[in-house]
């Protein structure tokens, strides 16, 4: 028996994206809260585009050892608030592997003064940090940790300032 011929080509349903906001005012499971990302931050001097910049790298403590994996991130700068959300990982295309974290990290240019960073996951769980930074000084201070007021809120990242990563141009 033979089959019908097609009229017209089948649509393609598309993905659902995730945006900042979806994942903001998602409510998440209720599980165990266990830490399972540090969020470094520290200065970074960008030699191709000859800029300083304060870096946000987010890295994963569970270390992979088959393949080489990166955090895709996704970054909303508001007014005194920076959204970072983790989308998920991806596998680095690299012919030697190396057992090691998954690191994204998100470079910004404009950071003056006191800014709260939100790291969020794709479940809509949400962990904040209140940074102080001074450029001039060239100096980040964590002046605080906390969780928004959310339902199922729970603690999954560690927030530090990273001196050691502290790169600066001439």
């Known amino acids: 028996m033979a089959l019908k011929r097609q009229k017209k080509v089948p649509q393609i349903p598309r993905t659902r994206e995730k945006s900042i906001d979806k994942m903001k005012y998602s409510t998440p499971k209720k599980k165990e809260g266990e830490i399972e990302y540090i969020c470094n931050v520290y200065f970074y001097f960008n030699p191709h585009s000859k800029k300083q910049q304060y870096c946000f790298s987010v890295e994963k403590i569970k270390l992979f050892s088959s393949l ?99 790169t600066f141009g001439s």
């Open 68 to 166: 080489n994996y990166e955090l895709t991130l996704m970054a909303e700068k508001k007014k005194k608030e920076i959204d970072i959300s983790v989308l998920g990982l991806k596998a680095k295309q690299v012919y030697f592997t190396e057992s090691g974290p998954a690191v994204g990290s998100v470079c910004f240019e404009d950071v003056y003064g006191e800014h709260i960073v939100n790291l969020i996951k794709p479940d809509g769980t949400i962990n904040s940090a209140d940074f102080s930074f001074n450029m001039f000084k060239k100096e980040i201070i964590l002046l605080k940790e906390f969780m928004p007021a959310k339902k199922n809120n729970r603690k999954f990242c560690k927030f530090k300032v990273a001196d050691s990563y502290f």
